[in-house]
Nanobody, 122 residues
């Protein structure tokens, strides 16, 4: 079973940057699509960004387009979410997830990390 572990969350001022990492426990990176989700207190989980299995296609929710970038390093079994120009409304627990299905279908994600908190202060 694939295990995912996020890191890189923390406290940052508005306008700042953070890079989240997600390491997979085994070499499934080339066979899985990966996504990043977030859940703010009192809100439903939101699908933030994703990358196709081939790594050639990406998805971003409108609120993060132009600010967040998803990437991966296959040799390290690792995905990244580079977050720039952070806003207080980006505050949430961020989760990485993997799917053998469609990377744009948020319901298809089967494996989840434990989450890493991101707090953006005004």
């Amino acid at each position: 079973q694939v295990q995912l572990a996020e890191s890189g969350g923390g406290l940052v001022q508005a306008g700042g940057s953070l890079t989240l990492s997600c390491v997979a426990s085994e070499r499934t990176i080339t066979g899985a699509a990966m996504g990043w989700f977030r859940q703010a207190p009192g809100k439903e989980r939101e699908f933030v960004a994703a990358m196709s299995r081939s790594g050639t296609a990406t998805y971003y929710t409108d609120s993060v387009k132009g600010r967040f970038t998803i990437s991966r390093v296959v040799t390290k079994n690792t995905w990244y979410l580079q977050m720039n120009s952070l806003k207080p409304e980006d505050t949430a627990v961020y989760y990485c997830a993997a799917t053998s299905g469609s990377f744009t279908d948020s319901r298809s994600y089967e494996y989840w990390g434990q989450g890493t908190p991101v707090t953006v202060s005004a």
